[in-house]
Nanobody, 123 residues
Framework: QVHLVESGGGVVQAGGSLRLSCLAS????????VGWFRQAPGKEREFVAAVAWTGSGTLYANSVKGRFTISRDNAESAVYLQMNSLKLEDTALYYCAATSLGIQRESVRYGYWGQGTQVTVSS
């Protein structure tokens, strides 16, 4: 079992930065890959980024590549998403999720989800 809690969301102007945190509890977190997903109103949930349990393997959606950075600290049971150069279209509810199936883009392969943190980018 893995329990996930996101934080760090808020309102930021376009071009600004935010850092999201995902704090986890559970024995298997350190060996779980973790992903960030987002869902905007009226849209489907989409993949943003993922990090392997070792921290050395990462995946990014093309829409955030070069602007977002995912990292993890297993000693702190935490995964972070540094978001720079934010755009209006980054506005969404951001979720972190964990899976034991290795680093993934597909949300259906993640078995544990947090409640989400809202990111709003204003003009």
């Amino acid at each position: 079992q893995v329990h996930l809690v996101e934080s760090g969301g808020g309102v930021v102007q376009a071009g600004g930065s935010l850092r999201l945190s995902c704090l986890a509890s559970g024995r298997t977190f350190s060996t779980s890959s973790v992903g960030w997903f987002r869902q905007a109103p009226g849209k489907e949930r989409e993949f943003v980024a993922a990090v392997a349990w070792t921290g050395s393997g990462t995946l990014y959606a093309n829409s955030v590549k070069g602007r977002f950075t995912i990292s993890r600290d297993n000693a702190e049971s935490a995964v972070y998403l540094q978001m720079n150069s934010l755009k209006l279209e980054d506005t969404a509810l951001y979720y972190c999720a964990a899976t034991s199936l290795g680093i993934q883009r597909e949300s259906v392969r993640y078995g544990y989800w947090g409640q989400g943190t809202q990111v709003t980018v204003s003009s």
